[in-house]
């Protein structure tokens, strides 16, 4: 069975710092990973997918098949960033996602 | 364009009673999806609909839980009777087309947070 997991709950940074949030799957297929944000009292929304391979408002996420991981990672965090973040993953040839447990990012002054 | 639109947007009731809650997708979306979010959990796909068929329900309690999208356009979602364990926000998602990867993107509404007492 597939399965996400986001090992850390609460990450805080610095403004200005690096920022990685950490994600990892198990899938026996091959697998589509997504990223989808929350900002404060707004609806969840996608940030990237890793098809795409494009840069989204400085996020950065490259899917690494030997460690079947799929870490989100900006160099210098914003306070706008400040977000829960769902690490997904698309399975089969529907459009089912499995959503890992979020980690919440705190970027403080 | 309009988003996903949900109502309401909180309920409380007691257990055993029954609620149900109401999904308008994206104007033109063929794909509808029910998710489940508990506290500290990320969303779990109930059912998705394609048009007015159903294309997944695995994870949908069928006992309790039930589903409809009869035009294609409008969803519901029912439960009855509801536990203490179904207390959960419940979103509603659309997509344009699920079998394209180029429309597949799915766009949530603002959920209802469902308390059960």
């Known amino acids: 069975a597939q399965r996400v997991t986001q090992p850390e709950k609460l990450l805080s940074v610095f403004k200005g710092a690096p920022v990685e949030l950490k994600c990892n799957y198990s899938?026996?297929?091959?697998?589509?990973l997504f990223w989808y944000v929350q900002y404060s009292r707004q609806r969840l929304q996608l940030l990237l997918r890793?098809?795409s391979r494009e840069s989204i408002k400085g996020f950065t996420a490259d899917l690494n098949k030997g460690e079947t991981s799929f870490h989100l990672k900006k160099p210098f965090a914003q306070e706008e960033d400040s977000a829960m973040y769902y690490c997904?993953?698309?399975?089969?040839?529907?459009?089912?996602?499995?959503f890992g447990t979020g980690t919440q990012l705190k970027v403080e002054l | 364009e309009a988003g996903v639109a949900q109502s309401p947007r909180y309920k409380i009731i007691e257990k055993r009673q029954s609620v149900a809650f109401w999904c308008n997708p994206i104007?033109?979306?063929?794909?509808l999806y029910w998710y489940q979010q508990i506290l500290g959990q990320g969303p779990k796909l109930l059912i998705q609909f394609q048009n007015n068929g159903v294309v997944d329900d695995s994870q949908l309690p069928k006992d309790r839980f039930s589903a409809e999208r009869l035009k294609g356009v409008d969803s519901t979602l029912k439960i009855q009777p509801a536990k203490l364990e179904d207390s959960a926000v419940y979103l509603c998602a659309s997509s344009l087309d699920r079998t394209r990867r180029a429309t597949d993107t799915q766009y949530f509404g603002p959920g209802t947070r469902l308390t059960v007492l």
């Open positions: 890793h098809i």
């Open positions: 997904a993953l698309r399975t089969g040839g529907g459009n089912k996602l499995t």
């Open positions: 899938y026996s297929g091959s697998p589509e």
């Open positions: 104007s033109g979306h063929a794909t």
